[in-house]
């Protein structure tokens, strides 16, 4: 790709060690660029630093920071006046929490968003990359789901908020230098393969794969299979599941269409996942052969608010985007189930 930009560039990554963040700050760095991370600490541990650098060799520049702090925020950006892309990832994720406490996330996910943009922008020109979700579409009619599928009435506040970012997002690129790309995820899974990065969930995992390594590793006595009555053909519910290395290295490609200015509309949308589905059997199944273990598990009911099946249409993103998942669901599992041995057994 010809390279209109300084590839030496600081990029600004919020919530940066986090889950997907701080695969994403490796594949940053990987790619040359200065990378400034902030991050409240609130579903992460300082400790991620150390695996960044292991990994590429380099600490990226690192600020204790709540984005709910608005002047935080403004002092912040005047102290940093060279950043030249902003992936915001920093928001709360977790469904269930954000119908206990809906408040928590309209604050955390939405006023941090809007504090971002009242600094970008300031700037004669800004770059900005959203964390957004399949969940936007809700149970779609059509599988695979295209980017034009309708948005539907989010089931949770949590949805809510994403479909709200990107509401705010199209309406600010409007009457702003402000060029975004929202990258919907399908569902981000594995680790680095190195094992030096992971998901570190809090208290009980919600999502499926941090419940079943979990669960093998013998911290969870047995996983619960929601519902096996769907119509699907094993009857579980089907998704699509997406290795977090490939999903970070969509986040550098989306980048640098940015900075290439080679991005045809201020706002441009694009699916992140596979484009395989996969049933909670199936994925149970490739666990146990690349774990080489057999993983206790039961079927009980359904999950309110569970969709039938998600699975991603890739042609946006392999054709406009040129990039396209490159691992396969026994590899990411694989990394996954590395991790999960690294962290219990230190
Ligand atoms: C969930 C969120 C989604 C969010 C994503 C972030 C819901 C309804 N959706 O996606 O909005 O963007 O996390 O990571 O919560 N499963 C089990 N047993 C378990 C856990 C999960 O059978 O213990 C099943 C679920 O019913 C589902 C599949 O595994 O069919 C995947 O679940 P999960 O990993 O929680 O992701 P999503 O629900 O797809």
């Given at each position: 790709?010809?390279?209109?930009?300084?590839?030496?560039?600081?990029?600004?990554?919020?919530?940066?060690?986090?889950?997907?963040?701080?695969?994403?700050?490796?594949?940053?760095?990987?790619?040359?660029?200065?990378?400034?991370?902030?991050?409240?600490?609130?579903?992460?541990?300082i400790d991620v630093l150390?695996?960044?650098?292991?990994?590429?060799?380099?600490?990226p520049?690192?600020?204790?920071?709540?984005?709910?702090?608005k002047s935080a925020v403004e002092n912040f950006f005047s102290k940093h006046q060279d950043i030249s892309g902003v992936i915001h990832f920093a928001a709360s994720k977790a469904v269930g929490e954000s119908v206990e406490n809906p408040l928590l996330y309209y604050e955390n996910n939405v006023n941090s968003l809007v504090y971002l943009l009242q600094e970008l922008q300031k700037?004669?020109?800004?770059?900005?990359?959203?964390?957004?979700?399949?969940?936007?579409?809700?149970?779609?009619?059509?599988?695979?789901i295209t980017e034009s599928a309708p948005i539907q009435t989010a089931m949770s506040p949590y949805g809510n908020t994403k479909q709200i970012g990107e509401e705010i997002i199209t309406d600010v690129a409007k009457v702003t230098n402000i060029n975004s790309i929202l990258l919907r995820y399908f569902n981000p899974i594995?680790?680095?393969?190195?094992?030096?990065?992971?998901?570190?969930?809090?208290?009980?995992?919600?999502?499926?794969?941090?419940?079943?390594?979990?669960t093998a590793i013998g911290l969870r006595e047995k996983l619960s299979v929601f519902?096996?009555?769907?119509?699907?053909?094993?009857?579980?519910?089907?998704?699509?599941?997406?290795?977090?290395?490939?999903?970070?290295?969509?986040?550098?490609?989306?980048?640098?269409?940015?900075?290439?200015?080679?991005?045809?509309?201020?706002?441009?949308?694009?699916?992140?996942?596979?484009?395989?589905?996969?049933?909670v059997l199936e994925v149970i199944n490739a666990f146990e052969k690349v774990s080489n273990q057999k993983l206790n598990y039961q079927i009980v009911g359904r999950r309110e608010g569970d969709v039938i099946e998600a699975y991603a249409n890739t042609d946006k993103a392999n054709t406009i985007l040129g990039w396209k998942a490159q691992s396969t669901l026994e590899e990411a599992l694989k990394s996954a189930w590395k991790w999960e041995n690294k962290i219990r057994n230190k």
């Open positions: 790709m010809q390279c209109l930009y300084n590839k030496k560039m600081k990029i600004l990554v919020t919530g940066g060690l986090g889950f997907i963040g701080s695969h994403t700050v490796v594949e940053l760095q990987n790619e040359g660029f200065e990378v400034i991370a902030i991050d409240n600490l609130s579903n992460s541990s150390d695996g960044i650098e292991r990994i590429t060799g380099k600490k520049l690192f600020e204790n920071i709540d984005l709910r702090n700037k004669p020109e800004a770059h900005f990359i959203f964390s957004s979700s399949c969940t936007v579409y809700g149970q779609a009619e059509k599988m695979p594995g680790a680095h393969p190195s094992a030096e990065i992971g998901e570190l969930p809090l208290g009980v995992p919600q999502n499926l794969v941090p419940f079943i390594t979990q519902g096996n009555d769907y119509p699907t053909p094993d009857g579980t519910a089907i998704r699509d599941y997406i290795h977090v290395v490939d999903l970070a290295k969509a986040h550098v490609i989306a980048l640098q269409r940015l900075l290439n200015k080679q991005n045809s509309e201020k706002v441009e949308t694009f699916n992140l996942g596979t484009g395989t589905g996969s049933s």
